[in-house]
């Protein structure tokens, strides 16, 4: 299993400000994802990060709303920017070692945004 | 986009009672995977069953998968008040490049009644 850490667990914002979450794990895996739970929802993915690569975003998810660092095997950060209320929502980031039958993905504890 | 619908979307059961839950999803998979969330917290990975595999325990988990019908089951047995959780499956497809990240159902939110 891998420990996860996300950094901050929650924060609440004004409209029209950016918010950098921030992902730390462990141990060194090849693939970092980030997921948008919004309230009384299941969770979406946004985008796969990569270490070394551009992140590969979902459809609905563009890099300028979204962008994303992954500088090293264990980090990343996902920025939220130019925010409102409708991206209030908990993001989770996970990890994946890449081998795809056993793939299990863990995931962190998340960070809860509530944008005024 | 969502591939996988649970069943039912809340369930509440009297403790000691089997909880099932069902997933179906509409593409095929390498994996499927069932997760726990408490109260909007992270989610808590407790099975992952392979595309070539039917039935999988752990403890009183027990999972199945039949990919020719593209669902699977999560039944939880002599259920405990700390079961209370929602649960959710999500499917892992393998794109070439590595694991792809997973589709997630809309859960189903359990209530273990005391």
């Known amino acids: 299993s891998a420990v996860i850490s996300q950094k901050p667990s929650r924060d609440i914002c004004q409209r029209g400000t950016s918010l950098t979450i921030q992902c730390q794990v462990d141990?060194?895996?090849?693939?970092m994802f980030w997921y948008r739970q919004q309230p009384g929802q299941s969770l979406t993915l946004i985008a796969t990060?990569?270490?070394?690569?551009?992140?590969?975003?979902e459809s609905g998810f563009v890099i300028d709303k979204f962008p994303i660092s992954r500088p090293n095997l264990t980090f990343s950060t996902l920025t939220v920017s130019n925010m409102s209320p409708e991206d209030s929502s908990i993001y989770l980031c996970?990890?994946?070692?890449?081998?795809?039958?056993?793939?299990?993905?863990?995931f962190g504890p998340g960070t809860r945004l509530t944008v005024l | 986009s969502q591939q996988g619908e649970e069943d039912p979307q809340a369930l509440s059961i009297q403790e000691g009672e089997n909880a099932t839950m069902n997933c179906s999803y509409k593409?095929?998979?390498?994996?499927l995977q069932w997760y726990r969330q408490n109260s909007g917290r992270g989610l808590v990975h407790l099975i992952l069953?392979?595309?070539?595999?039917r039935e999988k325990h752990s403890g009183r988990l027990r999972v199945t998968l039949d990919t020719s019908k593209k669902s699977s089951s999560l039944l939880i047995t002599a259920s405990r008040a700390a079961d209370t959780a929602s649960y959710f499956c999500?499917?892992?497809?393998?794109?070439?490049?590595?694991?792809?990240?997973?589709?997630f159902g809309k859960g189903t939110h359990l209530i273990i009644q005391p």
């Open positions: 990060a990569n270490q070394g690569s551009e992140a590969t975003y």
């Open positions: 141990s060194q895996v090849t693939m």
């Open positions: 996970s990890v994946g070692r890449g081998v795809a039958s056993t793939d299990t993905q863990y």
């Open positions: 069953i392979r595309s070539n595999e």
């Open positions: 593409t095929s998979i390498n994996n």
């Open positions: 999500a499917t892992g497809v393998y794109s070439g490049g590595g694991a792809d990240g997973l589709t």
